[in-house]
């Protein structure tokens, strides 16, 4: 790549467009984040399940988007891309109101394996309607910018969800998340249909190039690998926490987390355009790095947060820029086909990753859980510079 490739265009990325999907994607992920944090609770608490049987509405949630997420790319082309986002927007709402109405636990498994799907499909649509979306120019800039409405979820989310269940009731959550999506639903009305130059109708026969761009496959596993060891903070800190005896602060870790991504994302973008990813990449890795090294052997409470502003700098450096590099990979009218791509290897490293790391959490601890995750990302470490290396005598 010429290295003016990365200088910066002046061209505006906080358009009309950009931030009604902007607020659409952050509703998404809102509702998401806060019945991720909520429905264990609520499946002990209002349904007297197991853990077990809570840990399952995480699981199927996240089966489910795994298997149509490689779909999804083709359902784009077919249908387009704005109207794939109504569609599944207007289902993933419908979801939302239903956690009101069910109450058997079989029926709320159900619900959470189809809104799994449609949360796929919403998810990849405005991923790849923000890469159409930005300027060609800034788009490591935009896709960061874009990311902060995740980041923003992640605390807005559980905080939202769990001050409403302490103060209100489970019914008052499910109310209060379906009026969010109808706010998120109501505002994608604004996001315009993007015409990609070169864009061509699409067949509706299935074939393997329809479910992978198989460009983006190396970045997408390395992002995977990522995902497995990030599975060690998502499922696992409060209990470590806990075990530690720092339950209390284990929210305020996720707050020093966003806020550390939300700060640094302007800046992080603006060198990704302008000096290239490696730039971004290599101290993400190594911050994400010490801030597993920091969880591993954590025994005071200066130790924990911390731990909370590295892992927050080095994956909010790390996911975002992966996700760019997956869709650089490859031409503009296949992002679609890139962001699912990305996203299923991602959502598959999650899901693998806690499934395992908890294997390994019952028989050697949790401190081995953490000490996996760095040597996990060492390698992918070394796996990235040796590419760059492989590049560069090409």
Not at 71 to 78: C, E, P, R, V, Y
Not at 193 to 205: H, P
Not at 242 to 262: D, H, N, P, R, T
Request: with cysteine; aromatic share 14%.
């Amino acid at each position: 790549m010429k290295k003016g490739s990365y200088s910066l265009n002046k061209e505006p990325i906080w358009t009309k467009s950009f931030i009604s999907l902007f607020l659409t994607n952050l509703s998404v992920f809102i509702v998401f984040y806060g019945l991720v944090s909520t429905l264990p609770l609520y499946a002990k608490d209002a349904l007297s399940r197991t853990d077990e049987e809570a840990g399952l509405l995480m699981t199927i949630f996240l089966l489910s988007a795994i298997i149509v997420r490689p779909f999804s790319g083709k359902l784009l082309d077919i249908v387009g891309k704005r109207r794939m986002l109504w569609i599944s927007l207007f289902f993933y709402l419908i979801c939302t109101v239903l956690y009101y109405f069910i109450t058997p636990f079989e029926g709320l498994l159900a619900l959470r394996f189809f809104q799994g799907v449609w949360f796929s499909i919403v998810t990849t649509a405005a991923g790849s309607l923000a890469a159409d979306i930005v300027p060609v120019t800034r788009r490591g800039a935009g896709l960061g910018y874009f990311v902060m409405s995740t980041n923003l979820a992640v605390v807005v989310g559980p905080f939202i969800a769990l001050f409403i269940i302490q103060t209100y009731s489970y019914d008052a959550l499910f109310i209060i998340m379906s009026i969010l999506m109808v706010i998120g639903a109501v505002v994608a009305v604004l996001i315009p249909d993007v015409k990609v130059e070169g864009a061509v109708t699409s067949s509706k026969r299935f074939t393997l190039n329809d479910l992978f761009e198989k460009k983006a496959i190396p970045i997408a596993l390395l992002a995977s690998l990522i995902a497995f060891s990030y599975a060690s903070v998502l499922s696992y800190l409060s209990i470590y926490a806990q075990e530690k005896g720092l339950l209390s602060l284990a929210s305020f870790f996720f707050v020093v987390f966003a806020a550390v991504m939300l700060m640094t994302r302007p800046l992080t973008g603006k060198i990704f355009d302008e000096k290239g990813p490696a730039f971004i990449l290599i101290p993400g890795f190594l911050l994400f790095f010490i801030g597993l090294i920091l969880l591993a052997f954590m025994n005071s409470a200066w130790a924990f947060l911390l731990a909370g502003a590295c892992v927050g700098l080095g994956y909010g450096a790390l996911v975002p820029s992966l996700q760019t590099l997956a869709i650089q990979s490859t031409s503009h009218i296949r992002s679609g086909y890139a962001t699912a791509t990305f996203f299923t290897l991602f959502d598959a490293g999650l899901a693998v990753g806690s499934f395992i790391l908890g294997i390994i959490a019952s028989q050697f601890g949790y401190q081995n859980v953490y000490l996996l995750s760095v040597l996990l990302v060492l390698a992918v470490l070394a796996m990235y510079i040796m590419t760059i290396r492989r590049r560069r005598v090409n």
